[in-house]
């Protein structure tokens, strides 16, 4: 079953079901993300609640205040077991500018399952059933050319390329967990296959048409990817999530440079921050691997000090994604200057 993920004007729909979250917006002072003082005008903080977790906060955007936020948070069915809050927020300035965050997802595929599959269908495993594509911007492509929103029309890829320079910072970030897998390959038989596991960045731009008018968006997309190889050398089975996925997008007649170097829209990007109780709480139902609905918030039973520590380290993880995210940015302004 396919319905919008979001609201009608925005240009891309995800093809998934599920209930709606409490979603509220509420006005801060002139202060930006991090505590640098902004000249532009006032702020609003948009906040997304988790509908599972009696509406606890989880993550806060900032953006300026006469821009135009259409917020959704929402969970998948018991079914999508494996798949945590989906946050997709798009913030639109008056002049067609915007910036658009998109849901974290869990993928899984199995060329071996007898009656095939229905993409966006839960899997046994609690995953989104779906194969790896080849090319992430033609997946997008197909996203929009199957979905569109309402007045959208004429989708076309213009570009896609990865970014090395993000896919090493990535590297570097998740080889604790890539080394755990090459030593797992060490351990066993050849002939068992081998558990393939990396990180992918890439960027793609899409041209289309809004009612007409030309726009132009860019996508910033980061997965981690982990294969089963058989014998044969082929990916039999494995998972893919998409760990982040951002886009900026404008009217055409901005140009790509503009759209890219604007720096309301890099700053609203980058003051998403998650809550701290809402991050402990869900990675308690996600270790778990199920969940129902309306799950009560738990009281910690730890030591004070190691939920301080933990604490520390969530926040420094966070501030080093987020940079990651800046970074790769500008890694796409570079590669599409002239």
């Not at 509420?26 to 003082?37: L, P, R």
């Not at 006032?42 to 953006?63: F, G, K, R, W």
């Not at 190691?306 to 970074?327: N, T």
Request: charged share 20%; glycine share 6%; aromatic share 8%.
């Amino acid at each position: 079953m396919k319905r919008a993920f979001f609201t009608s004007n925005e240009w891309c729909r995800w093809p998934v079901a599920i209930a709606l979250a409490m979603v509220s917006m509420t006005m801060s002072g002139c202060q930006a993300d991090g505590g640098k003082e902004s000249t532009a005008l006032p702020s609003q903080v948009i906040m997304l609640h988790d509908p599972m977790l009696s509406n606890m906060l989880a993550m806060t955007v900032t953006a300026p205040e006469d821009w135009a936020a259409e917020p959704i948070a929402q969970r998948l069915s018991p079914a999508y077991s494996k798949q945590s809050l989906l946050i997709d927020l798009r913030v639109a300035a008056p002049d067609g500018r915007a910036v658009r965050f998109y849901p974290t997802m869990g993928f899984e595929y199995d060329r071996g399952w007898a009656s095939g599959f229905v993409p966006w269908s839960a899997t046994a495993n609690g995953w989104i059933a779906m194969l790896p594509p080849e090319s992430y911007g033609n997946w997008l492509l197909k996203l929009i050319e199957e979905n569109p929103a309402p007045g959208v029309t004429a989708p076309r890829l213009i570009r896609e390329t990865e970014l090395p320079e993000t896919q090493a910072t990535l590297t570097q970030i998740y080889y604790p967990l890539l080394e755990s897998y090459r030593q797992l390959n060490a351990s066993v038989s050849h002939n068992l296959g081998e558990m393939r596991a990396r990180v992918q960045a890439h960027h793609a731009s899409v041209a289309y048409a809004r009612n007409e008018v030309p726009e132009l968006a860019h996508f910033l997309l980061l997965v981690f990817r982990l294969d089963q190889i058989g014998a044969s050398g082929v990916a039999d089975r494995g998972t893919w999530s998409i760990m982040a996925m951002q886009s900026k997008e404008g009217p055409a007649e901005l140009g790509d440079l503009a759209l890219l170097t604007d720096d309301a829209m890099q700053d609203v990007l980058d003051s998403w921050v998650l809550q701290s109780a809402w991050v402990q709480e869900n990675d308690r139902i996600m270790q778990r691997g199920s969940y129902i609905q309306e799950l009560q918030p738990r009281s910690m039973g730890a030591r004070q000090i190691d939920v301080e520590l933990r604490e520390e380290k969530r926040q420094f993880e966070e501030q080093r994604f987020k940079r990651l995210l800046h970074d790769a940015w500008e890694e796409i302004t570079a590669l599409n200057s002239p």
